[in-house]
């Protein structure tokens, strides 16, 4: 059995894939690749044990990227890390807790910053969205958007709705506050 790592902590932030590498000792260590002001690559431990150095592009430029975003000396990754090779673990890096998407899709971390209902409700209002476009009009980290949303489906203010080539989007509830004028 191998020892899954619940954390994960950025070591530094350094120029070249090889001193980042050299930061690692442990599962869940992290370091970011950054040259000038471009953030290149997060090469990572990867945090279930089984020894392998990920690394994960954050430079649109070189094609599929993930974002990497700092809040109150937190990091957080999206989207999740899903390995279609080696140990295959799938996991979100979410305010420094590693969350196993394994078990079970309703995970948040402990220290959960939830963005404020009021802000998505008037950017809905506007019309529909999905969470990832939510979250770059406000700023905001994506699972946060996303975990405020279902929020908002479960106390009935927003309906959950899925279209093809659109993805799962949000809109307010018929005959919700927000459809009163
Ligand atoms: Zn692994």
Known sequence: MTMRASRYSIRGIVERHSEAAALLANAGD??????????RQLVMRCPDGCGETLSV?????????????????RWSLFPSIDRP????????????????????????PQE?????????????????????????QLDEIPWDVLTACRRLVRTGRLVESERPNYG????????GPLNRS
């Open 168 to 175: 799962i989007f949000w809109i307010p509830k018929p005959g």
């Open 57 to 73: 592009n954050l430079d649109a430029r070189s094609g599929k990227a993930w974002r990497i975003y700092e809040r109150r000396g």
């Open 85 to 108: 090779t080696g140990c295959k673990s799938h996991f979100i890096l979410w305010h420094g807790q590693v969350l196993w998407c394994d078990l079970g899709h309703d995970e948040e």
């Open 112 to 136: 959960l910053v939830l963005t404020e209902p009021d802000r998505i409700l008037s950017l809905l209002a506007a019309g529909p969205a999905d969470y990832v476009r939510l979250a770059d």
């Open 30 to 39: 992290c370091a970011i690749v950054k040259r000038g002001d471009t953030q």
